[in-house]
Nanobody, 121 residues
Framework: QVQLVESGGGLVQPGGSLRLSCAAS????????MGWYRQAPGKQRELVAT???????NYADSVKGRFTISRDNAKNTVYLQMNSLKPEDTAVYYC???????????????WGQGTQVTVSS
């Protein structure tokens, strides 16, 4: 079992910055990858960025050059630094933990409660 708690969302003006944090607890040693996803009203949830336990990183094209994902293994925390924010970045951002393909499907993926990011002037 993995529990995820996000923080750091809020209201910011276009061009501003926010840093999201996701703290993991529970069976944290089994996590293969963690990432950030977002869902805007009327749209599907989409991948923002992921980072594996081995440090491999992937970004959505829409955030490359603006967002940075990082991790602090000692604190069991993953971060998303968001710079040059645009109104189209407005969404609920969710943290995800993936325990890998060797885990029972119903226990593989875990999600945080979500944190709202609103970019508006």
């Amino acid at each position: 079992q993995v529990q995820l708690v996000e923080s750091g969302g809020g209201l910011v003006q276009p061009g501003g910055s926010l840093r999201l944090s996701c703290a993991a607890s529970g069976t944290i040693f089994s996590i293969y990858a963690m990432g950030w996803y977002r869902q805007a009203p009327g749209k599907q949830r989409e991948l923002v960025a992921t980072i594996t336990s081995g440090g491999r990183i992937n970004y959505a094209d829409s955030v490359k050059g603006r967002f940075t994902i990082s991790r602090d293994n000692a604190k069991n925390t993953v971060y998303l630094q968001m710079n040059s924010l645009k109104p189209e970045d407005t969404a609920v951002y969710y943290c995800n933990a993936d325990r890998g393909v060797g885990v029972v499907p119903g226990l593989r993926n875990y999600w945080g409660q979500g944190t709202q990011v609103t970019v508006s002037s």
